[in-house]
């Protein structure tokens, strides 16, 4: 069993600045993908980011390239989503997921936490 928290979000301006983390519990992540995602307002869930636990490889959505930065820190069992240069259409809950390697669905889900970008 892994438990995932988010913390984090807020409201916040265009161009405006977040960071968001995700504290993990129950387990190591070692050989564990863990993922970013969001759901707009009236959207289905989406990927927004991606990172390999154990070898920091990382995968981004073509809608957040050069704005977000995923990373995770081993000592305190914790990944982060940087979130920059925000618009209007970032808004949404942001959930922390994680799955095993080769898995082909992430199986453990955080609570969420809510951004939100005013114009």
């Known amino acids: 069993q892994v438990q995932l928290v988010e913390s984090g979000g807020g409201l916040v301006q265009t161009g405006g600045s977040l960071r968001l983390s995700c504290a993990a519990s129950g387990r190591t992540l070692t050989n564990y993908r863990v993922g970013w995602f969001r759901q707009p307002p009236g959207k289905e869930r989406e990927s927004v980011a991606t990172i390999n636990w154990s070898y920091d490889s990382t995968t981004y959505a073509d809608s957040v390239k050069g704005r977000f930065t995923i990373s995770r820190d081993y000592a305190k069992n914790m990944v982060y989503l940087q979130l920059n240069s925000l618009k209007p259409e970032d808004t949404g809950v942001y959930y922390c997921?994680?799955?095993?390697?080769?898995?082909?669905?992430?199986?453990?889900w955080g609570q969420g936490t809510q951004v939100t970008v005013s114009s």
């Open positions: 997921a994680v799955k095993q390697i080769g898995a082909s669905t992430y199986n453990y």
